[in-house]
């Protein structure tokens, strides 16, 4: 089979990922092609076809098009496999249902051609057709999600959706995307901007789609499968702020009550509360550690770059490090334990006042800590096993069809 390198042999391929859509298949392609006609470009048309049964294929190849087949289902598999198979310099993906701008192909190539690694298509600026998109999608589930890309990731883009966009071919394959679903097109945006990409937006519009089935788009489940992919690539969201969060309130609680109970109006606030603060405090130091394993864990797979700031963490706090001090909380916890019984033997072992369970309280939280301290110890020492070796973390590029010319 041809490398990545010897399969570029156009400007520009625009790749259509097909599942039965002979309804909108041939004007997509038409559209596509005359764009690339008017705008003097050597390019081609590949449809990564998904296991079509309604006569795609065959359509396709009577307009010119060039058919890859893509046995593993889902949009992520048929747009990875068009794109490795395709044999331009720049690639433009779009759906084949008829609904984005195949007509004007101009925006998307005059920003590649000045530079750009990846050009997003911005339905918003563009103008989106009435009955174009449900009203769920374009006033909750696209902003939404947009923002939650923009602020996890500072990626300059509006429409963090949209199905139509550009970019260098052989810099998509070098990030070696890997997911099969619609997620896809969240993880394309997020590993360009992890990876530093040069990325663009220009305004497209969209249009109600030609067909007279409905979307294989599913609105709450292909939603969580971007947000869930969204949180996944985001460790300092999804697991070091609310950490930071919990550990600081807690602690702050924890301390005020120590002494004694603190009122507020009416409300007194006593032992009860400073259980909730350990417990606040116990689950974000287990949510902070998972932080600290998934991101080193993360870069070791080459799905997230490298963080300085942790590498110099890790150097110095080391696995020995980690047990000494867990070992410490450990150890300063079973004092309090037995401070605590020596306490309580003073009263001949009766029952126990409300005061007498702060002492208790901080050994329970000493201990439960170290030994997370040392639990996490081990596992960051687990994700730098072999990074001495002269190797390279290893990125594969997914490749599951052979391109068929037509």
Not at 390 to 399: F, L, Q, W
Request: a neutral charge; proline letters at 5%.
């Amino acid at each position: 089979m041809a490398s990545a390198t010897e399969l570029t042999t156009c400007e520009l391929s625009v790749v259509l990922p097909c599942l039965n859509e002979a309804e909108t298949l041939a004007t997509c392609i038409t559209k596509a092609r005359d764009s690339m006609a008017r705008l003097g470009i050597d390019g081609e048309i590949v449809v990564a076809d998904n296991g079509s049964n309604d006569g795609s294929q065959a359509i396709a190849v009577e307009h010119g098009a060039r058919v890859v087949p893509v046995p593993e289902r889902g949009y992520g598999a048929a747009l990875r496999t068009g794109i490795a198979h395709a044999r331009g310099t720049f690639v433009i993906m779009a759906d084949a249902d008829d609904s984005y701008a195949l007509d004007d192909l101009e925006p998307f190539v005059t920003q590649l051609r000045q530079g750009s690694d990846l050009v997003m298509g911005d339905r918003f600026a563009g103008g989106i057709a009435p009955g174009a998109m449900p009203a769920l999608h374009r006033y909750l589930g696209n902003p939404v999600l947009s923002f939650v890309g923009r602020r996890f990731f500072r990626v300059p883009i509006h429409d963090f959706h949209c199905g139509m966009r550009g970019f260098r071919r052989d810099r998509m394959l070098e990030l070696g995307l890997r997911t099969n679903g619609m997620e896809f097109a969240s993880e394309m945006v997020v590993r360009a901007s992890l990876a530093g990409l040069d990325i663009a937006e220009v305004p497209t519009t969209l249009r109600p789609d030609g067909r007279s089935r409905e979307p294989h788009l599913r609105t709450w489940r292909d939603g969580w499968r971007h947000l869930r992919f969204l949180l996944a690539f985001s460790p300092r969201w999804l697991f070091l702020y609310p950490a930071l969060l919990l550990v600081t309130g807690g602690a702050v609680a924890f301390a005020a009550l120590w002494t004694g109970p603190v009122r507020v109006g009416d409300v007194a606030f006593d032992v009860q509360t400073m259980t909730l603060a350990a417990t606040a405090i116990v689950v974000g130091l287990q949510t902070g550690g998972l932080a600290l394993v998934s991101r080193a864990y993360g870069f070791r797979l080459g799905l997230l770059p490298r963080s300085d700031r942790l590498e110099r963490m890790l150097d110095r706090f080391t696995l020995e490090w980690g047990l000494i001090v867990g070992a410490l909380m450990t150890l300063g916890g079973g004092v309090c334990f037995v401070a605590a019984v020596v306490r309580w033997s003073d009263t001949d072992f009766g029952r126990l006042a409300t005061d007498d369970m702060r002492l208790p309280l901080l050994g329970l939280l000493l201990v439960v800590a170290g030994a997370q301290v040392v639990l996490v110890s081990f596992l960051l020492s687990l994700t730098r096993i072999g990074e001495d070796a002269s190797s390279p973390v290893p990125v594969a590029t997914d490749v599951t069809a052979t391109p068929t010319a037509v």
